[in-house]
């Protein structure tokens, strides 16, 4: 079967740095991302890889090893506005999403 | 409109009655995806279009269908409402398939309980 695996749920002080980790296994693999969701809101897009290594974006990188089928997500200077969910999702070789449960980031000041 | 717009943003639903939730696109997106999302379960996919004309079951599409008779508007329609499709359903949209870049974009979710 095809299985994500995220934490449920973390903790981290504003102005730290987090990271968020994602095992996955799919059948097959054609790229990887990364949503953020606040609550009662939609999710939102915010980054992609897939090929092996590190993007990074502004506070946020994305990093890929196909081959242990992980990636992280490392959130720096870690604001209020940063709590939210944040759910990893793999294309399968069907091209289809799927998705992990999410996790929770709870900021505490 | 701008985006992916959805109709009804909440409904309070009997049990048996019949249900559209509406979903619009002004992106000339081709594929467009309905999801429904529960507690401490990840997005799970009911239906999906990857072009006006064609649909497709995704993982869970049991009690639900839609259609796709235009590139723009994707309806899921719930035949006979039963109190475990409770939960906030999202519509989603991406500018192509068959490619490994497929960014979707989501809509703001209609919030279903069904009594």
């Known amino acids: 079967g095809q299985n994500i695996d995220q934490p449920t749920e973390m903790t981290a002080t504003e102005g730290a740095i987090v990271q968020i980790n994602c095992t996955y296994q799919?059948?097959?693999?054609?790229?990887l991302f990364w949503y953020q969701q606040h609550a009662g809101e939609a999710p939102t897009f915010l980054s992609y890889?897939?090929l092996d290594g590190l993007e990074e974006k502004g506070r946020f990188s994305s990093f890929l090893s196909r081959s242990k089928g992980y990636s992280y997500l490392l959130l720096k200077e870690l604001q209020m506005k940063d709590s939210a969910s944040y759910l990893c999702?793999?294309?399968?070789?069907?091209?289809?999403?799927?998705w992990g449960a999410g996790t929770k980031l709870i900021i505490k000041p | 409109i701008a985006g992916i717009t959805q109709a009804p943003t909440s409904q309070i639903l009997a049990a048996g009655r019949r249900m559209t939730l509406r979903c619009t696109q002004d992106m000339r997106h081709n594929a467009m995806y309905w999801y429904r999302q529960d507690l401490g379960l990840g997005l799970r996919l009911i239906h999906y279009?990857?072009?006006?004309?064609?649909?497709g079951k995704g993982e869970v599409p049991d009690g639900y269908s839609v259609s796709r008779a235009n590139t723009d508007d994707f309806p899921l329609t719930l035949a006979s409402a039963v109190p475990s499709q409770t939960s906030v359903y999202f519509c989603?949209?991406?500018?192509?398939?068959?490619?490994?870049?497929?960014?979707?974009?989501f809509g703001p979710g209609t919030r279903l309980t069904v009594l």
């Open positions: 999702a793999v294309t399968d070789s069907n091209y289809q999403l799927i």
């Open positions: 279009s990857n072009t006006a004309g064609t649909t």
């Open positions: 989603a949209s991406s500018g192509g398939t068959g490619g490994s870049y497929n960014e979707q974009f």
């Open positions: 799919t059948s097959g693999f054609n790229g």
């Open positions: 890889n897939v």
